[in-house]
């Protein structure tokens, strides 16, 4: 008896060591996503920007704070999941399989802002938001 709980135990911790794994979303599947949100993030900054009469610099910083609650609020509270995620049946996780916290969903949500960050999943695996945030993309509802 003393032998079975032993070997059960080292099962037990040899499944934490384990990696975790993943079927990630595909390029197309990722690709989908951009264009959803970004539509509905494109039509709530002019509206916004409609309603206050906002000039082209003052939208571009509506379209900051846009961005900053759609992402944080879908993700973080929409379990992992954005409008786009919803429809391709992607979610973003934690490369670790740890809950998402709001800090990096915030962190992956401003990474998205630098230069030319589209653009870099074009020539890796991930877009560096994914890389730099220890996130991932995929499938799975």
């Known amino acids: 008896m003393d032998s079975f709980n032993q070997a059960k135990n080292s099962d037990l911790l040899s499944d934490l ?3 975790v794994a993943f079927d990630h979303a595909s390029k197309g599947q ?3 996503n951009l264009l959803i949100d ?3 993030l494109g039509v709530a900054q002019n509206i916004f920007a409609a309603i206050l009469g906002l000039g082209t610099f003052e939208a ?4 900051l704070v846009v961005n900053l609650a759609y992402y944080t609020g879908m993700e973080g509270f929409g379990g992992g999941r954005t409008v786009g995620k919803m429809v391709t049946g992607t979610r973003v996780v934690s490369t670790n399989g740890e809950a998402l916290t709001t800090g990096r969903i915030l962190l ?6 630098v ?3 589209p ?12 890389t730099w945030t220890d996130t991932a993309v995929v ?3």
């Open 17 to 19: 060591q384990e990696p």
């Open 30 to 32: 990722r690709f989908a």
């Open 38 to 40: 970004g539509v509905i």
């Open 60 to 63: 571009i910083g509506i379209g």
């Open 108 to 113: 992956r949500t401003v990474c998205r802002w």
């Open 115 to 117: 230069p030319f960050e």
């Open 119 to 130: 653009f870099s999943m074009l020539f890796g695996d991930a877009p560096w938001h994914d």
């Open 139 to 141: 499938k799975g509802k």
